[in-house]
């Protein structure tokens, strides 16, 4: 049976809570799965659009589901050709296979939830934000769960990450700068005139001494530290070390990642193993499952099983941190 991969997006939920009470996100979820009644759809945008929750099962630990965009009434484009060669064009309603009338699927996203991890295949009909609305929806305004907290899907912040760094392989990383620091200030008009907006042109030194440096024509960049109102030149340097030794190669990569840190003036992105990466305050992890398709279509059993895998494989690895 031929087999897809799929990306998936990692991301950590984190939660505000009064008096700084525990938040698990599955148990929550558990929760309003027994307290509020099937089916769980959810209106949205457009007169016929539902979100709607097709299962909430578990899997090694987890809990698991598909979010999906459904529309009532949609009818679905065909297409054929003629016997003579001409083109047919044609649309029908989704039927099952006894001719009811049923709902069209335009895109779901699958996920398992592992306390606050959360591990997702989204789609463009479903994405991790709608994901989030969905679940507020469902836990705080059906179910009347954890009502006085707030919570987010995030990336893991990067002060965590590089505290973590010892922890992984560096495959190389960058960083990035502009040549020109361009700021605006609001400056008061003349009486009975209006206020006007004064630009500000601060020359990164460094950065054009490089550029100068590598040879950069030094009377375009000259130019440009003259203008009042110049674009950008962005610099950005990769960097990777390779030794015979893989233990002296990463010694090296983490000391000189260690030495940048978390610099805020700096963009900064450091290339993790196990798919992962570091890119200025965030720690982004993405991960592929491997699924079976029949007909074109992926079982989504399947998916959830390997979603709870893949997460439960990351906890126990440190891939991702808590």
């Avoid at 059906?142 to 707030?150: L, N, R």
């Avoid at 950069?216 to 960049?221: A, I, K, M, S």
């Avoid at 983490?254 to 720690?283: F, M, Q, Y």
Wanted: aromatic share 6%.
């Amino acid at each position: 049976m031929p087999e897809i991969k799929k990306t998936v997006n990692y991301r950590r939920c984190e939660a505000n809570v009064k008096d700084g009470a525990s938040f698990s996100l599955q148990s929550c979820l558990e929760k309003a799965k027994d307290t509020v009644a099937m089916p769980w759809k959810r209106p949205v945008a457009g007169i016929n659009s539902n979100q709607f929750l097709q299962w909430l099962v578990s899997k090694q630990g987890c809990i698991c589901g598909v979010l999906a965009h459904s529309e009532k009434n949609k009818k679905i484009s065909l297409c054929d050709s003629e016997a003579d060669g001409s083109t047919w064009q044609g649309h029908a309603l989704p039927k099952d296979a006894n001719g009811k009338l049923r709902e069209l699927e335009e895109g779901c996203l699958i996920f398992a939830i592992r306390e606050n991890h959360v591990a997702m295949i989204p789609s463009k009909d479903i994405t991790i934000r709608d994901f989030l609305g969905f679940l507020t929806w469902f836990i705080q305004s059906k179910a009347e769960i954890a009502t006085d907290a707030s919570f987010d899907l995030v990336n893991i912040p990067s002060a965590t990450a590089f505290k973590k760094l010892k922890d992984q392989t560096i495959k190389g990383f960058s960083i990035g700068k502009n040549a020109l620091n361009i700021t605006q200030e609001k400056m008061p008009g003349e009486e009975g005139k209006r206020s006007k907006m004064v630009k500000h042109v601060k020359v990164d030194s460094l950065v054009m001494g490089l550029l100068k440096g590598i040879g950069l024509n030094t009377e375009v960049l000259g130019e440009l530290e003259k203008s009042s109102d110049p674009g950008n030149i962005y610099l950005r340097m990769d960097i990777s070390y390779r030794s015979r030794s893989q233990k002296d190669s990463q010694e090296v990569m983490h000391a000189l990642v260690n030495s940048i840190g978390d610099n805020p003036d700096l963009d900064t992105r450091v290339k993790l193993s196990n798919n992962t990466s570091i890119k200025n305050d965030e720690l982004t992890v993405k991960g592929d499952v491997k699924l079976q398709i029949s007909d074109g279509i992926i079982s989504k059993d399947e998916a959830m099983t390997a979603l709870a895998l893949w997460l439960t494989g990351a906890i126990a690895k440190h891939t991702v941190y808590s």
